[in-house]
């Protein structure tokens, strides 16, 4: 019996359709697990000065969110350090305009700071605090909020912290990561995972008795 030479082509059209779709989907995994291997690896180390201010594992909900823009900051941060040349080991107030508080540093260990200390602890954009290309600018809040932050930071550290007796740390301190996360406003963000649920019954927040 000859067989039917339509019905065979349209039989291995059809596993050659299944074979090239099982082959895209497979790209289509690879290219994105590749992806996120890249972003995870573009990110700083956590901890230390600048870092997220916590040690790996935790409770759930402890974990950093992924730093997606590590690598647009890093470009930038490359690119100011290029035009500022042999500027970039000079004192930072020598160089930029309206420093008020990262003083005593060279301007490539202020940038490096706002990088991977800011920008990094709270997973924002340089734009987050800065004008494009007017660094000096004003015209954002955010950039006084954090000269506020750090002023709230050094009392912390220099005056709070060392007031506590029986402290078990011996170079105790905390950071922008100590309560940012990677995430620019505390308590909006995966650190709501660690409050725990309000007992069976209770009354929402804010309900009057």
């Not at 970039?88 to 107030?93: D, G, I, K, M």
């Not at 997973?123 to 605090?129: A, E, P």
Request: some cysteine.
């Amino acid at each position: 019996m000859v067989p039917d030479s339509a019905a065979w082509g349209r039989k291995r059209r059809e596993s050659m359709r299944r074979v090239l779709v099982g082959l895209v989907a497979v790209v289509v995994l690879v290219t994105a697990s590749l992806s996120l291997i890249q972003r995870v690896a573009a990110q700083p180390p956590g901890g230390g000065p600048g870092g997220t201010g916590r040690p790996p594992g935790g409770p759930p909900g402890w974990d950093t969110p992924v730093d997606s823009f590590a690598t647009e900051r890093d470009s930038l941060m490359k690119v100011v350090l290029a035009d500022l040349g042999d500027r970039a080991s000079q004192p930072a107030e020598s160089v930029f305009k309206n420093l008020k508080v990262v003083k005593g540093r060279t301007a490539e260990q202020v940038l490096r700071m706002m990088n991977y200390g800011f920008g990094h602890s709270l997973g924002v954009r340089c734009q987050h605090c800065h004008v494009l290309g007017h660094w000096s600018e004003e015209d954002k809040n955010t950039k006084q909020i954090a000269r506020d932050m750090m002023a709230m930071t050094g009392r912390i550290n220099n005056e709070l912290l060392p007031a506590i007796k029986n402290i078990k740390s011996e170079h105790a301190g905390v950071n922008c990561g100590t309560c940012h996360h990677g995430i620019a406003r505390p308590g909006f963000g995966p650190m709501q995972a660690m409050q725990q649920p309000p007992p069976p019954g209770a009354p929402p927040p804010g309900a009057k008795h």
